[in-house]
């Protein structure tokens, strides 16, 4: 029998009456990476914080290097040799990332310039065994995400993690980062460091992993061998039953023409410029597609045609209709819908139930409320109805919603978008953070949405669920629109390069 | 002495007060927690001063049953908003409420009495030959030495000692901390309680320095102020320094341009501190704008270890 380095057995975690983790058997060894896989909600996450000291099991026991270990705080685990990588990164903003990374640091109680020097020109060092780059001495709120990851990283290692933690690594990183991460997971684990990651993403596990464990809804199901698996087990594992995944068939769109804009000039935040000249144009009945690495102008775009900025020049046609100025409630009135990025920061209001997140955008009408007074038995039973025929998850209508799973909190999301019968849906990164089961069910209703005519703008980094569903694919770079492609000649190969700013031969007209 | 030297004098004076509960302040509101308590405290520190100065004739023993009073205060506060988690604004209010109460209720038996001495001055014979220096540093009293020196102190502490990088991420995040092995609530007890001591120090300087006897309510509002100038200083002792002594002269220039007989009616001159403190937010605000504000990013939200994201 080999010895783990670290194991847990019959590990029990209740929440309330939910138990996210029920007798959990859970081992990893010295010089792999293992790879736990599940849907959101299956209790990975959870399993992973009891061993890394943030949450307390209930039941069980959790050996390290065949010792019998007590973690009762991040500390212990600290002690230990356990570090983790959190999903939401431990970063304290306005620390530079030197200052992050020596923080748990108790020695040494003045720190001059010369010990600062030191301290940098060491993480440097350590980063650079593990080929991690990390700008030590800007603050973490100047750092892209993956720079934050690799803070994180470099922490754990400084801290002397001979068990390293990743809860969903890849989620917040680009093909090339993922990339570039999976390498110095190589390394570490040829350092003979214990590699766990946790994921719901099949590809990455394939691409990366020894072992992978696979939990479903709180238990642990299976370890495989990667080399002994496949995508296809590791789904039906994953989600108790198959799940076909193929690129929908559909007919060409003959719709008339919904949404046109025409040399679309918008600045940002910061006085930078977001859209260059952008055009394109939407017709009922059909999905665009937005392809393209993130902040280059998507995020501006999605916010005008919603009404949350206003542009400096072009044309925005909808409907028929010239669109003057920004207005979220002239947006709303013209049947414009939104599924914004974050659906917590601006799509729901995390503490108030489901009747009030329902009624966000439909609560004037004469269906809902009256003189201003709200019609609450008759919102009560609407919102039920949807809740229903949306298949949302929630103990009762009156739960907050951000006690529900993200999957649960985007098909409420979904609900209220649709059920005003929106003509056009702008929908940013949709199926973000959510698994397998939860992403078919909105691709589903995309679909269903374009089938009733309503046609959809789709901004996602996701290139597998754009090719999916797009009846037309458009690349935008640097602010503007510089390759278009449709259903039936849509290449990977050839958007990513666009993607990265290399135009396509021909220069497409939009 | 000309006007300038005369009016740095009287700033310093005036300002001093400011700056010791202003840098209380800071302490408190590094660690997260809001202290609107400041007024009250000051107060408290006022009277325990009064009275137990009057009542020993020892100013050691003064000051130290004022430390321990207004500590006492500050371990309630932190009772009430790092381990019970209440609302820190409520808590904060309730103790400016509690402390106005019960200061004027303590000071009845000794108000109008004179102290029977102020803060020692501490004579530097080699400054004083300096010429307008020499007029300001060469006799300051202690409490405003100390004060200086523990701007420098804290200046030190909070920017060059890993005690200052623990305070600044329990401050602002809170969580992080945590799991790297700091301990939040014993951080956040310590700050919110030697902060609280300090703006009671604040009170007894009130009535050591500036106004030499006790009256029911006779900070007038400097608590409020110190409140402001914490956020004015962007939570930095360095800042505090000027801004604290920027209004002690804002506050004694009203009062010596009514001394020249100007026909400003003294009302107007009263309110020149709190219309320059909204202009000059107006301004940092707009020069700020695309700044992070300094504000400890956790400034009023209790830690919870086991709360779910």
């Known amino acids: 029998m080999q010895n783990h380095s670290v194991e847990m057995r019959g590990i029990v975690k209740r929440f309330g009456s939910v138990t996210a983790s029920d007798q959990v058997d859970f081992s990893a060894n010295a010089g792999e990476i293992h790879a736990l896989l599940g849907e959101n909600g299956a209790g990975k996450s959870t399993v992973m914080s009891m061993l890394s000291g943030v949450y307390r099991a209930d039941e069980g026991e959790i050996l390290i290097h065949g010792q019998t270990a007590k973690i009762r705080s991040p500390k212990d685990a600290a002690m230990l040799g356990v570090g983790m990588v959190f999903q939401n990164f431990r970063l304290v903003q306005t620390l530079t990332a030197a200052e992050n990374i020596v923080l748990g640091e108790k020695s040494s109680f003045w720190r001059g310039s010369k010990w600062i020097k030191n301290k940098h020109a060491e993480i440097e060092a350590l980063g650079e065994r593990f080929g991690l780059h990390v700008p030590v001495d800007r603050p973490i709120w100047q750092l892209s995400v993956g720079e934050q990851q690799r803070v994180e990283i470099v922490k754990t290692l400084y801290r002397g993690a001979d068990i390293i933690i990743l809860d969903e690594p890849t989620s917040v990183l680009t093909p090339g980062e993922v990339e570039q991460l999976f390498e110095t997971l190589r390394v570490m684990k040829k350092a003979g460091k214990t590699v766990i990651m946790t994921t719901h993403k099949m590809k990455e596990v394939m691409a990366s992993s020894d072992r992978i464990s696979v939990m479903r809804k709180g238990k642990m199901i299976a370890t495989l061998d990667t080399a002994k698996t496949g995508e296809l087990e590791l789904a039906r594992l994953m989600v108790g039953r198959e799940v076909i995944i193929t690129r929908q068939e559909r007919e060409a769109v003959q719709g008339k023409p919904l949404l046109t804009v025409n040399h679309l000039e918008v600045t940002a935040d910061h006085g930078r410029k977001a859209l260059e000249g952008l055009s394109l144009s939407v017709r009922a009945g059909e999905i665009v597609g937005i392809a393209g690495v993130a902040g280059n102008g998507q995020k501006e775009l999605a916010e005008v045609l919603t009404g949350l900025r206003a542009w400096k020049s072009g044309e925005i046609v909808f409907d028929g209709k010239p669109v003057k100025t920004a207005s979220v409630r002239g947006a709303i009135d013209a049947g414009i819908s939104h599924v914004p990025e974050n ?14 997140n329902l009624l966000f955008k439909s609560y ?37 919603v951000q006690q529900l799973s993200g999957g649960n909190q985007q098909k409420l999301l979904f609900a209220r978008e649709v059920s005003h019968r929106p003509k056009l849906m702008v929908a940013v990164h949709p199926t973000q953070g959510l698994d397998v089961g939860a992403t078919a069910g909105v691709h589903e209703l995309l679909m269903e949405l374009r089938g009733s005519g309503s046609g959809v703008l789709l901004i996602s980094e996701d290139l597998d669920e754009l090719l999916q569903l797009s009846d037309r694919i458009l690349v935008i770079y640097g602010g503007s629109i510089i390759g278009e492609t449709d259903h039936e000649h849509a290449d990977r190969e050839e958007i990513g390069l666009m993607m990265a700013g290399i135009r396509h031969r021909e220069e497409n007209a939009v | ?81 790092v381990t019970l988690r209440a609302n820190q604004t409520m808590s904060g209010l309730a103790m400016t409420l509690f402390g106005s109460g019960l200061s004027a209720y303590l000071g009845k038996s000794i108000s109008g009495l004179p102290l029977p001495g102020t803060s020692p001055k501490l004579d530097l014979g080699w400054v004083k030959s300096i010429p307008v220096i020499g007029d300001i540093f060469g006799r300051l009293d202690v409490l405003t030495w100390f004060s200086l020196l523990l701007v420098a102190a804290l200046h030190l502490l909070i920017h060059h000692t890993s005690w200052g990088l623990h305070l600044k991420a329990v401050g602002d995040n809170p969580a992080t901390a945590d799991v790297m092995g700091i301990r939040v609530q014993m951080i956040r007890y310590s700050y919110v309680t030697a902060g609280a001591a300090l703006i009671g120090l604040a009170g007894a300087d009130m009535v050591l320095a500036y106004a030499p006897t006790w009256n029911e309510g006779l900070t007038a509002g400097r608590g409020w102020i110190a409140v402001g100038l914490v956020i004015f200083a962007r939570w930095n002792p360095l800042r505090a320094l000027f801004c604290a002594y920027f209004f002690g002269a ?43 504000s300094g504000t400890p990013e956790s400034l009023g939200t209790p830690y919870i270890r086991e709360q779910r994201f």
């Open chain 1, 364 to 400: 004037r009408s004469s269906e809902h409320s009256r003189f201003g007074i709200l019609k609450a038995a008759k919102n009560r039973s609407w919102s039920q109805e949807l809740v229903q025929r949306f298949n949302v998850k929630t103990p009762e209508l009156d739960t907050p």
């Open chain 2, 250 to 292: 804002l506050d004694s220039l009203g009062f010596r341009i009514q001394l020249l007989g100007s026909a400003i009616p003294p009302y107007f001159l009263k309110m020149i501190p709190y219309i320059v403190t909204i202009l000059v937010l107006m301004y940092l605000g707009y020069r700020n704008r695309n700044k992070p």
């Open chain 2, 1 to 81: 002495m000309d006007f300038t030297t005369q009016l740095l004098i009287a700033a310093i004076s005036a300002g001093t007060p400011l700056l010791l509960a202003t840098l209380g302040g800071i302490l408190n509101e590094r660690a997260g927690i809001i202290q609107l308590g400041a007024e009250g405290l000051m107060l408290m520190g006022a009277v325990t001063t009064c009275i137990v100065y009057i009542r020993s004739g020892s100013l050691l023993l003064a000051l130290l049953a004022t430390l321990a009073v207004t500590a006492l205060l500050g371990i309630i506060h932190s009772f009430l908003t």
């Open chain 1, 343 to 356: 659906r917590m920061k601006s799509g729901l209001a995390g503490r108030l139930g489901s009747v009030d």
